[in-house]
């Protein structure tokens, strides 16, 4: 079926290029998934390189122009490395979506410098990095997406937030920072903030059927998320139709912020 003219032209990324950390797994795939099948030639950036040749197989199988680079996000020089070899892909992107992320979670008084230094190298300086190399060439060429995959823990703290809620409630300041400097050019800067969603990131979580039910019934929904949900807002925040957006923490989390 032809898609409707004015939703193509609202939401299609034919011609675009995108940039997915994280993209081989959880909210990353899906959000990867969603920004090829909506038109855009996706770069998947990950470690394992079996989970990166599954995913950009699969949407090869889908009829979307996909492929991959193997990075270690947690140093400067990797991350460095990984924007240079992702741009070499389908060059230089319009799209930049950081959901990468590692989850250490020792009660505060247990944190050492091994584990800060790690959680803010992926989950804070490796965005921002990324963000460096490629929004001012956005900005040059009058066009560009950010997004970040944030937390409920930028916003409150439970469940040992840890190094883990700082490192996400700076990741949404970098989004209004990036904002600042960019948007008067083109450029949205936006974060997305899930609920609870059972993807790898959260393996202990899922291993308490009582708790995962427990946080299900504190939704408006009645479910915790699924990695899928996060599509439509992906394709929204990386097309034209949200130009005028920017500088925000969009919640995707079924009302559990609210309820």
């Not at 038109?39 to 998947?44: E, I, L, N, R």
């Not at 590692?102 to 804070?124: C, F, K, Q, S």
């Not at 019934?217 to 949900?229: P, S």
Request: glycine residues 12%.
């Amino acid at each position: 079926m032809t898609p409707h003219p004015f939703l193509a032209e609202l939401f299609s990324l034919e011609g675009r290029t995108a940039v997915v950390t994280g993209g081989s797994s959880g909210i990353g795939r899906a959000i990867a998934t969603a920004l090829a099948r909506a038109g855009a030639s996706t770069v998947v950036v990950a470690r394992t390189e079996a989970a990166l040749a599954d995913t950009v197989d699969a949407l090869a199988a889908q009829g979307c122009r996909a492929g991959w680079v193997s990075a270690d996000l947690s140093t400067r020089d990797g991350v460095r490395a990984a924007a240079e070899e992702a741009a070499a892909v389908f060059g230089e992107p319009d799209i930049l979506v950081n959901a990468a992320g590692i989850n250490l979670r020792p009660p505060m008084g247990e944190i050492d410098d091994a584990v800060w230094d790690a959680t803010m190298a992926v989950n804070l300086e490796a965005p921002y990095l990324l963000g460096q190399r490629f929004g001012p060439g956005m900005a040059a060429r009058g066009f560009g997406r950010i997004i970040h995959i944030s937390s409920q823990q930028a916003h409150r703290a439970f469940v040992q937030s840890g190094a883990y809620g700082v490192s996400k409630g700076a990741l949404e300041s970098l989004a209004r920072s990036q904002a600042e400097a960019w948007s008067p050019r083109g450029v949205t800067c936006n974060a997305l903030v899930p609920g609870i969603v059972l993807t790898p990131l959260n393996e202990r979580l899922a291993a308490d059927p009582e708790k995962v039910a427990a946080l299900a019934a504190r939704t408006m929904i009645g479910r915790n998320g699924l990695a899928e949900d996060f599509a439509g807002a992906a394709v929204f925040l990386a097309s034209r139709a949200s130009g005028y957006v920017t500088g925000q923490a969009i919640f995707v989390d079924g009302g559990l912020s609210v309820h």
